[in-house]
Nanobody
């Protein structure tokens, strides 16, 4: 099986920065597109950023210029650098990855448990 584990969340003041990490472990042949989602209480989970295996990045408009996604394919890890944090960025941030378990399988979606980011003075 595959596990995704997020880390790096916490309490930060407005204007501050954080670096979130996502580590994939288990039976992994390869990882396709990886994504960061975020979800506020009572709201739908929304896509914040994605990165393809060859490094192509995409961001939702509300985070462009402040969020930077990256990945280390050798370590099966993904990162999200967040700058100029705002109170509206207070969410649970989830890691998502398309994982291939073997050369003959299909990509399957996996999720982490989430890491809380709270932006408050």
């Amino acid at each position: 099986q595959v596990q995704l584990a997020e880390s790096g969340g916490g309490l930060v003041q407005p204007g501050g920065s954080l670096r979130l990490s996502c580590a994939a472990s288990g039976t992994i042949f390869s990882i396709g597109t990886m994504r960061w989602y975020r979800q506020a209480p009572g709201k739908q989970r929304e896509l914040a950023a994605f990165i393809t295996p060859d490094g192509r990045e995409g961001y939702t408009d509300s985070v462009k210029g402040r969020f930077s996604i990256s990945r280390d394919n050798a370590k099966n890890k993904m990162y999200l650098q967040i700058h100029s944090l705002k109170p509206d960025d207070t969410d649970v941030y989830y890691c998502n990855a398309e994982v291939l378990l073997s050369s003959s399988s299909h990509f399957r979606d996996y999720w982490g448990q989430g890491t809380q980011v709270t932006v408050s003075s």
